[in-house]
DNA sequence: GAGGTCATTGTGAGCGCTAACAATTCATGG
DNA sequence: CCATGAATTGTTAGCGCTCACAATGACCTC
């Protein structure tokens, strides 16, 4: 019941002129919504249509038009939330502005998976590309390569030479650092992420500054690799900094966090009555954390919808409205993690 | 320094053949890797080749060989840790095959969306699309919508009128449910996920099977939405039923797991020694909920292979390999939750 | 009613590639 | 030295569509 094999080939555009007794030509126009075509005509031409099951061929038409119609997005961890939500939202932008997307997943991002992955999806006629592209290794090697379509990196921090779109890291930081500043703790620790990420870099230098800004001496910075295991362990090195200053943690990202909060819990320290932490990312179950976390959330969506902008731009020749950098802010969301009261869940907007 | 416009029109493959001496035909037997082709000759071309910076037109060659060599797939929710793992597995066993993968992501499986979503990909030419369609409704959506391609369905339940593949979800259950028995619990509680989705079905059937298989009666069955706040809520039910009976609960995921946790936590109840909690997918932060949680690991690497396995059998016209209905062994992990021994995080395999 | 305009439809030429077949070259053996 | 067949290369015809332009006819104006 689901296919229709009624004829091997599937029906052309001839075969549907013919059948209703036009030009094929006519039929493009009717399926191209254009205006002069008699009401009459266009009937016609629709009931053949549906009756044959006509599809337009996807490969002449991009054949005659020379557009394909496709974007190609490549990216690595697309299993973590961040790229995950990101590939979502620009599936979803780039589909509400009429193209295709087509993906590479990457295991690791090097110069050589990632050219192999831009050659790939040339290869596969793609106008342009987004690359997630969160290590400065990707950014370096994007480029340092050629490819004939524009590419628009995702994450990479402003400072890099492709057209990029990011969230304010630094911003999510100072909010972060600020806010626990604010209710009282004289220092806040760090756990920061990988040395190789830019959005790691950002967030560290967005503590920094808060903390300098402050005339605070930033303390002893650890660093772990996003994983919640990583978490762990610099939350057990954390735990024996108790009693000698440690008050507060801005940790980079909520998955490290939640370590973090086990390794403290484990050791006897409460939180936040003893040490306060703050995460990055606000994924769906840092609200459920033991406390819920106080984190900093990114609007992925708009990530999505500025980036497919963004290289619809460039790929239209159009100068890019604004410049070719955009950044967006993130928000802090404030929950049981960095303060005494424990909202109801559910009650925190996310 | 990123792109290469030294032409306005990208080069064909007859100034390929012009600038080699040879005809475009040759220059096509060469990128086909066709064995004719005299060393010399093969050497000309790709110096050629390289030097004009050619690439082989995506349009113009699926025109002529009839081959898009693209699948689609449809998914929703793809920030579930489940369904982003499945596409990410699905895209890498589709590239291992020479295979482009389309994507489009919808936020809910209707009727509706998923027609629009395959005929979309139809206009995108695929020549087949897999379904992660957990609902219920989706499949029977599938079922009767009309598509000239072959579709298979991931995570339906292998009972659908549609090529399948699926993780044994009952299994797992059994697992889950079997382990606690084998604990020693004289009962076990089941928190199901949506009704309307399959794999909530399965395992609430799983655990029902199991208890009955024990002759033990099923006790009182809760529901939830596959999040962590419908797991609080759970949760906090279920903690007024400790000391009447209930010692264990299998929940159907791992987020709502968290909020069960969570909930019993705050009301006091300790996490194995009043209550044991398993829950379902090994999602990453497992591992380091309060405490880890015991749970089931589900491949989806191997998911992903046998699914793009089932869907080019469909295109080629061969019969699948096996049945058309694909099951694969989910594993159950054991951590702290069900269990008063606390294992080293990272000492658990995964 | 001639001339002009507009709406509507048709015609022909590609888009850049591969498949099928034709033509050429080359090595080999009788 | 030429026939024989294999290896190598070239030629031609589409694949199914859109674009540019031509053709037709209806309608209007003076």
Redesign the pocket.
């Known amino acids: 019941m689901t296919q229709v094999p009624s004829q091997l ?2 029906p ?3 075969d549907v ?1 013919r059948m209703a ?9 009717v ?2 919504d ?5 009401d ?3 009937a016609k031409v629709l009931r053949a249509i549906e009756e044959m099951g ?4 996807f ?3 991009a ?4 557009r394909t119609r496709t974007l190609g997005v490549v990216a690595s961890n697309t299993t973590l939330y961040g790229p995950a939500s990101t590939l979502f939202a620009l599936e979803e932008a780039a589909r509400a502005e009429g193209y295709f997307v087509s993906t590479v997943s990457l295991r690791e991002l090097t110069v050589r998976t990632l050219s192999e992955a831009l050659d790939r999806l040339s290869e596969g006629g793609v106008e342009g590309v987004i690359a997630i592209a969160p290590q400065r290794s990707a950014v370096e090697a994007l480029a340092g390569l050629r490819h004939p379509f524009p590419v628009v990196a995702v994450g990479t921090g402003s400072g890099a030479e492709v057209p990029s779109v990011n969230v304010d890291q630094r911003l999510g930081a100072r909010l972060a650092t600020g806010h626990l500043l604010a209710a009282g703790h004289r220092r806040v620790w760090h756990l920061a992420g990988p040395e190789d990420w830019q959005e790691a870099a950002d967030r560290t230098a967005g503590w920094r500054e808060t903390l300098e800004e402050a005339g605070v001496e930033p303390p002893m910075q650890l660093r772990g690799d996003w994983s919640p295991l990583s978490g762990y362990r610099a939350g057990q090195e954390l735990a024996g900094w108790v009693g000698r200053g440690l008050t507060a943690v801005f940790v980079a990202n909520d998955q490290m966090a939640l370590g973090v909060l086990r390794a403290l819990r484990e050791a006897g320290v409460r939180t936040p009555q003893d040490v306060a932490v703050a995460g990055f990312d606000d994924i769906p179950e840092a609200e459920f954390f033991a406390p819920p976390l106080t984190t900093v959330r990114q609007d992925f969506s708009t990530v999505g919808k500025r980036s497919i902008a963004l290289l619809l731009d460039l790929i239209e020749g159009r100068t890019p409205s604004g410049t070719s950098s955009v950044a967006i802010e993130p928000q802090l969301v404030v929950r049981a993690s960095t303060f005494p009261y424990i909202p109801q869940p559910g009650a925190a907007p996310g």
Not at 21 to 29: A, D, F, M, P
Not at 34 to 38: I, T
Not at 54 to 57: G, S
Not at 63 to 66: F, I, K, S, V
């Open positions: 080939r599937p052309t555009m001839a002129a007794g036009v030009s094929h030509q006519t039929v493009s126009r399926l191209g254009h205006p002069n075509v008699r009459e005509t266009r006509y599809r337009r061929n490969s002449a038409r054949l005659a038009t020379r």
